[in-house]
């Protein structure tokens, strides 16, 4: 069951790291709108989501 939530976790991480920087032009205008502009934002939501499941305490 921690894959699951794992996947779920860095799937949702992803997603919000785009929308961010789509929302917010941190790396300029033109930058939120390249493809490396998306794959910055998943890689660093997916690192997100990933470490927030591993620091999850066990119930």
Do not use: C, E, Y
């Amino acid at each position: 069951m921690k894959f699951v939530a794992l996947l779920k976790n860095v799937a949702l991480g992803a997603s919000a790291g785009v929308a961010l920087l789509t929302a917010l032009p941190i790396f300029g205008a033109a930058g939120t709108l390249t493809g490396a502009g998306a794959l910055v934002g998943s890689l660093l939501g997916g690192v997100a989501g990933l470490l927030d499941t591993v620091r999850t305490p066990r119930r």
